[in-house]
């Protein structure tokens, strides 16, 4: 038996479902990347908002690459399960939100997606689709027009595979029909996500079309927000689990902690729901909530994935268990704290007292590789920030450049291996990660990068013998894989 509309009766006593008639929701937001943490976080926010009674917020998913979220759901009337895990706390819910997936790798599936965002009742396009999907060189904040990906779309309107072209397409559509635009809602871990998301959507705007690039600059809203919530990719262990509270198969759960916020600039041109009925909270201080998360939270990730990894730790529970590894995350979230403003009312000592139970959540299986991956991306807003600040008043970062000579250190141990990274820069990291055995000229290479690096780091002597220094302690540290495989002059 799998979940379905049919048999939403069916389910168990103690497991949440929709207690409204999802026949009569209108599907007002497109939300493009349409992933796990999407269904953990905004789908369950707008779930508050459909059992509130206002129907005019439904959800249609889109997958951006891959048609596997459409498979899974479909058959399932887009229906779902979300459990939550907290220290004494699991809940299980069935969500309603998504009413139907559209997109994916098929050429029809994206003219139905730009025909769907360029309907009369598309109100909100929201996004998740990583770092990575804006497209931009997030060193200089400019377009990278040469991607293969958007000199695509640039070249074929017709069946767009980014959400650049998906959006600057429909909003063509929108504009000729005397349509009103819809708001873009980024949900990605970008400071300042809305204004990355307008830069991008009017960089290729630009490359189109000067007068619809002015009409998008002056009419569309982008705002900017805050997301978190931690949830780890599905694992078979997860459907099992699910299937066993279900009493019935679902194809694709989710699993999620119980923290979740989600904080939004109130800037939308055609209403919104009131999502604060699902937790979230509209707030004009996005960009010191999102800096906090994005340092603290996201910050310490990294740097746990990349010294997990080096250390044979599966997941993060499992990396917070290494006095290794908790050493440096102390001393990181002293340095973060140091140039933090942290938001009105909170005090970030209790906020990262929380993280630290969040990390050690033993029912999340969050494994260190998948947070591993694109490294290129996420280096300059998690780490690279904080240090140009410290940088700026010439305090010394050394847990800072322990966490970047530890993604040094993982990349150098993926080029020897001949492996290749799960990161759009791969090719360009493993070719300088691997040119050399030697410690610095190890480091000189990876930080020449400027995609990643700009071009102050390499040439400031201090911070440039501070890292330096930092790859050399990994590199004698018997307890770190690359160990004996680096040489380091003396
Ligand atoms: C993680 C995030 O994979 C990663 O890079 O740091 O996905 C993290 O789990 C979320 O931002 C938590 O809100």
Redesign the pocket.
Known sequence: MRLSEKNLSLLPANVRRPSYDRSRIAASIVHLGIGA?HRAHQALMTEAVLDSGDLAWGIVGAGMQSSGMRDALRPQDGLYSVTEFGADFERISVVGAIVDVLGGAEDAEKVRLLAKMSDAGTRIVSITVTEKGYYLDLATGKLLVQSPAVAADLANPAVPRTILGLIVYALRNRRAAGLPPFTVLSCD?LPNNGKLARAAVLAFARELDAELAAWIEAEVRFPCTM??????ATTDADRAHAAERLGMEDAWPVVTEQFA?WVIEDDFSMGRPDWTLGGAVFSDEIERWESM?LRC??GS??TL?YLGQLTARETVAEAMQLPLITGILDALWRENREVLQAPKGVDPADYVEQLKQRFRNPALK?RTA??A??GSQ?LPP?LLAPLRERLAKGWPSPAIATAIAAWMHFAAKAAYAGGALSDPMSAEILAQAGKSAEAAAIVDNLLAIEKIFARDLLTHTAFRAEILGKFVDLAKNPAVATAGQIRVRV
Do not use: E, M
């Not at 997301?227 to 780890?232: A, C, E, F, G, S």
């Open positions: 943490f871990n997301v978190d919530r931690i949830t780890p916020q998360k939270l996201n990730h990294s994935a969050h998948q947070i991956s694109d996420k998690r």
